[in-house]
């Protein structure tokens, strides 16, 4: 090759260099801006003194190095305190893997019903969409209707003229009960997006398998056990993976259910009362990356001992 031509196709891969940078530069300054810069500096005021005082000056705030970690640890909303006080480190644990197991079991239960053809099966499918696609604002406020502690409150009132209680029931401000409803609600909330992806892979399972099986003599029990659930484990993983990190991270459904009373007190409500209550935003920069520490450690446990396993069965 011609020492022109090297210099030809040294300067093609320039161009190409040039033009590659200049396609991915808004997408990567969007990235920086909007998820690294704001994940650094909740890591930098983690382990400073910001508060209203210095708000104005935050990059001088004072180094308290982990002084914020104690303070939270320590804090009596954060760590257990007994049967009837939880607090928010075990009920965000408690919280997540119970709305996340419920919410992939009911969209599986929900994903073999609408994988069989029947009359109406759009519409069907249509409406289990409903909980997922609605404002949580809005399902929210149905909620709190329905669950109103007043006697016009929906399901009081329904109670009370079948005579199955005598007094108007507080569900939504009851220790133990408020935290299982909203367990239940973010389920029932959630599990369209499970349904979703269990639909999916289900309906690429090839029929040849289950038609081998009934003659083989396999009820529907077992053709459920060996193949519908061995050919479903990849999508359960990942489906349990990041519906786990998403109810970790949750505020909302919470915090507009109960506020974070009653018992129901997870670390992102935490956070959100050390920070914007309280004005510590050094106390709530550090629940939010304790809350990160959790969340970090159980991925680890459960994509090295969970997914391996499915792997090593595959």
Do not use: C
Request: charged share 15%; no cysteine; glycine share 6%.
């Amino acid at each position: 090759m011609s020492l022109l031509s090297k210099k030809k196709t040294r300067s093609l891969q320039s161009r190409e260099t040039r033009l590659a940078w200049a396609l991915i530069s808004p997408t990567a300054l969007i990235v920086f801006s909007l998820i690294v810069f704001p994940a650094i500096f909740s890591i930098w005021v983690s382990f400073h003194d910001v508060s209203l005082k210095n708000l104005g000056d935050v990059f001088h705030a004072p180094f308290v190095g982990f002084e914020n970690y104690k303070k939270v640890i320590n804090d009596y909303a954060f760590k257990f305190q007994g049967p009837n006080n939880w607090g928010a480190a075990l009920t965000t644990v408690v919280y997540a893997f119970s709305a996340t197991s419920l919410a992939i079991i009911f969209g599986l239960i929900a994903s073999l019903l609408l994988n069989r053809p029947f009359k109406g099966r759009g519409i069907a499918r249509a409406i289990f969409l409903f909980p997922y696609v609605a404002p949580i604002v809005s399902i929210a406020f149905v909620w709190r209707w329905i669950l109103d502690p007043r006697e016009s409150g929906v399901l009081n009132d329904i109670l009370l003229r079948l005579n199955v209680i005598d007094t108007p029931k507080a569900y939504l401000a009851t220790r133990g009960l408020a935290l299982l409803l909203v367990i239940l609600l973010d389920a029932w909330r959630y599990f369209p997006f499970a349904m979703l992806m269990i639909l999916s892979r289900l309906q690429a399972i090839d029929g040849a398998l289950y038609e081998a099986a009934k003659i083989d003599g396999a009820n529907t029990i077992r053709q459920f056990i060996h193949i519908t659930l061995p050919e479903l484990r990849y999508v359960l993983g990942a489906v349990f993976l990041l519906r786990l990190m998403w109810t970790f991270n949750k505020f909302d459904d919470i915090f507009l259910y109960t506020g974070g009373g009653f018992g129901t007190k997870v670390l992102p409500v935490l956070t959100y009362e050390f920070s914007f209550r309280l004005y510590d935003f050094g106390r709530g920069a550090a629940t939010a990356m304790i809350l990160l520490l959790f969340l970090a450690v159980f991925m680890f446990i459960y994509v090295r001992l969970v997914m391996k396993k499915v792997e090593n069965a595959s």
